[in-house]
């Protein structure tokens, strides 16, 4: 599933000069030792170390007193040690979905060391060709998705001087996504009469939601953090449909 990003301590970037450039580069590693099927069962001995990266360019612009900023993500992702029963484990890795991004500034005080901003990001699918013959992909299967967010960061100082240097940042979003092609190809299904390859057409897909809350702490004027936070994340169904096709003449011999 798409979802942003986002990160403790982005939204506060907004207190940048007008007219800064920012490059960032983030690196990532995940290690799952349960997957849950879509009826919410666990699969036995399933799991999947997963590695991302991805590179973030960011412009910040001021009109009306407000702070905005445009930015494009470049992002790659693989997994390994996969093992998901009943699937053939094979992964589709690489670039991801690059992302185009727009975020307004209702609030960006750092004096008060507050800050609220809207943000809309557009996956684009042109990153790794999906492949709908292998059980992890990366990349979407040929699916737009919009998410509109908003992020929140209050400085704690003012509760008490003991809170100086710790922050509280909160960053919701949903993700609307397009229609998908051509998302599964399994070649000689078990319920056919014949061998063949079983082709669905359209993959669609509910709108999924996340939530993520941090508390950071970040000594300025510095740009070192350290953060611990939740996630939650829910919806997002996916539904293989329309027309199936279940051809034939294309036995594996």
């Known amino acids: 599933d798409n979802s942003t990003d986002a990160y403790a301590g982005d939204y506060p970037l907004a207190s940048l000069p007008a007219g800064t450039f ?116 990366v990349s979407t299967a040929h699916q737009f998705t919009d998410v509109p967010q908003i992020g929140y960061t209050e400085g704690l100082k003012k509760l008490s001087p003991a809170w100086s240097g710790f922050y509280f940042d909160l960053v919701a979003n949903a993700s609307l996504h397009t229609n998908g092609s051509n998302p599964v190809t399994v070649v000689n299904p078990a319920a056919a009469s014949l061998p063949g390859v079983l082709t669905y057409d359209t993959l669609a897909q509910g709108i999924s939601y996340d939530f993520k809350a941090y508390l950071r702490y970040s000594p300025q004027p510095t740009f070192f953090f350290l953060a611990v936070g939740i996630e939650k994340s829910w919806g997002g169904d996916q539904i293989d449909r329309k027309s199936t096709r279940l051809n034939s003449s294309h036995l594996v011999i």
Do not use: Q
């Open 22 to 137: 920012v490059a960032l580069e983030y690196l990532g590693y995940f290690h799952s030792d349960a997957f849950i099927d879509s009826a919410g069962h666990e699969l036995p001995n399933s799991r999947a170390n997963i590695f991302e990266e991805f590179t973030r360019f960011t412009y910040l612009g001021e009109i009306g007193g407000h702070k905005w900023a445009v930015g494009v993500e470049v992002p790659s992702a693989t997994l390994t040690d996969v093992n998901i029963p009943g699937t053939n484990n094979l992964v589709a890795g690489g670039f991801t979905d690059p992302v185009v991004d727009f975020s307004y500034f209702l609030v960006a005080d750092a004096r008060i060391e507050r800050w609220l901003g809207l943000t809309n990001h557009l996956y684009v699918p042109i990153g790794r060709k999906y492949d709908n013959e292998k059980a992890i992909n």
